[in-house]
């Protein structure tokens, strides 16, 4: 079965700083990857996703990954943080053979402070 | 604009009923999906479909019932059965492109035990 390994449940930052959201996968075919964002009590929305071709993904609001096959990581970074980012942070996975059933980490809750 | 639409946002059940979430989609996507998500533990997968009159049970589903009557809508009912039912309720549809692959999700329903 596809698993998800999100290795930080908080992870605390001061604004302006930079910040990496660590993803580890398993799997041993070709996958599909992406980081979804949450705000307090609302849905979850794509910020990136990996499908193929270059192995770094810019994203939405200064966001991007780089996907390591080899370490079957697809980890989320951001050079400077606002204190809007804070947020729920998913990363999920699917394998290209079953398309649309994604599994999600367990999440990594990002608290930017100033 | 295009969308999923949850309804209620808040809902509050009393031990021994059923309560039934709703879902929407007015984005002509094929697939949906229901997932429970609780503090820590991510979200996890209780039922999708793929087309209409015809669903499967994903990770969760004991406790749940669903129906897929119509393309754009796909009911969730958390039946006496669930005995752990609090939980945040997120409903999304699938769908597949060169550009766009992935999920919508809806801003989720909230769900109490009283």
């Known amino acids: 079965a596809q698993s998800v390994t999100q290795l930080d449940s908080q992870v605390p930052v001061f604004e302006e700083a930079p910040v990496e959201l660590r993803c580890n996968y398993s799997?041993?075919?070709?996958?599909?990857l992406f980081w979804y964002v949450q705000y307090p009590n609302q849905g979850l929305q794509l910020l990136l996703k990996?499908?193929?071709?270059?192995?770094l993904v810019k994203g939405i609001n200064g966001f991007e990954a780089e996907f390591n096959k080899s370490q079957t990581s697809f980890h989320l970074r951001k050079p400077s943080v606002h204190i809007s980012d804070t947020a729920e942070y998913f990363c999920?996975?699917?394998?290209?053979?079953?398309?649309?059933?994604?599994?999600f980490g367990t999440g990594t809750r990002l608290q930017v402070t100033l | 604009d295009g969308g999923i639409t949850q309804s209620p946002k808040y809902l509050f059940r009393k031990e021994g009923q059923n309560v039934t979430l709703s879902c929407e989609q007015n984005?002509?996507?094929?697939?949906m999906y229901w997932y429970r998500q609780d503090p820590g533990q991510g979200l996890r997968l209780i039922y999708y479909?793929?087309?209409?009159?015809?669903?499967q049970k994903g990770d969760i589903a004991e406790g749940y019932s669903v129906s897929r009557e119509k393309k754009e809508s796909f009911p969730l009912t958390v039946t006496s059965a669930q005995k752990n039912p609090t939980a945040f309720y997120l409903c999304?549809?699938?769908?597949?492109?060169?550009?766009?692959?992935?999920?919508?999700f809806g801003s989720g329903t909230r769900l109490t035990v009283v």
């Open positions: 999304a549809s699938w769908f597949s492109g060169s550009e766009l692959y992935g999920y919508t």
């Open positions: 799997s041993s075919v070709s996958v599909y």
């Open positions: 984005l002509n996507h094929d697939a």
């Open positions: 479909s793929q087309i209409v009159n015809d669903f």
């Open positions: 999920a996975v699917t394998f290209t053979g079953t398309a649309s059933k994604l599994t």
């Open positions: 990996y499908l193929s071709g270059s192995t």
